[in-house]
């Protein structure tokens, strides 16, 4: 017969989404910085799929987290630990019709020149002055912050998946993982890569709104917003 303890804690409850960014919001203060998903395997209360069951992508809490303490005074300092919200143009901005202006109503796109290379948009993130443009800048950005994010990388190869690694779990304890690097989390689809065949896709931007659960999405350009912009 099971103690009244384990007849508790043996059933499957849903944890409420608060107690989760409360959590989520507590290792932000203690660090003063956002955590990785890794370190909060490590030292959150909760397991991050939890998180990706209640709030979709790990780069997306930020942002959830803001509209939940906007109007907490308690969570003011962690608050300011945040990126600032990304402001979108409105499709339709209003036209005053009071102006008149000389400029063109669309960017003018310079002709690109085929004998040099296309560079992303600066991001001074260390060494690396632009954000990656394809598939061997994320690998070259993921190898520059694998140590910090809690992984060893074990090897690097041209066939599928792309790097065998081990990532730390607990303290003291490591397992090893498969990792495929994509410059675009769907370009795992349009590369016609199967689900069962790795554990993680590293890539420099998720879009890939029906990424099954089974399989952790690294997202760079968020992970690095949580980072130190130099090694200094």
């Known amino acids: 017969m099971l103690s009244p303890l384990l007849e508790l804690t043996s059933i499957n409850q849903r944890i409420p989404p608060e ?19 890794n370190e909060y395997k490590i030292q959150g209360s909760y397991s991050p799929g939890v998180f990706d069951r ?3 992508p790990w780069s997306s809490i930020p942002e959830i987290f803001r509209k939940f303490a906007l109007d907490k005074s308690e969570w003011s300092d962690v608050l300011a630990l945040l990126p600032a919200p990304i402001s979108l143009p409105s499709p339709h901005p209003p036209v005053n019709s009071s102006l008149v202006s000389t400029r063109p109503t669309q960017m003018t796109r310079s002709p690109r020149l085929a004998d040099r290379p296309t560079y992303g948009d600066p991001i001074d993130f260390r060494g690396l002055r632009h954000e ?11 190898g520059m912050v694998a140590r910090e994010l809690g992984y060893l990388v074990e090897a690097v ?73 130099s090694d200094e």
């Open 132 to 142: 990656p443009v394809n598939e061997d800048g994320v690998v070259f950005l993921f």
């Open 54 to 56: 209640n709030f979709g």
């Open 157 to 229: 190869q041209a066939g599928f998946p792309d790097c065998e690694a081990k990532r730390q779990i607990a303290l003291g304890k490591w397992q090893r993982v498969r990792i495929e690097f994509e410059f675009e989390s769907r370009n795992f689809v349009e590369h016609g890569h199967p689900v069962d065949g790795c554990d993680i896709i590293v890539c420099w931007r998720h879009n890939w709104s029906d990424c099954p659960g089974s399989v952790e999405v690294v997202e760079l350009a968020s992970v690095i917003r949580s980072l130190p912009r």
């Open 19 to 37: 107690d989760l960014l409360n959590d989520w919001g507590q290792l932000t203060r203690t660090l003063a910085r956002i955590p990785t998903r």
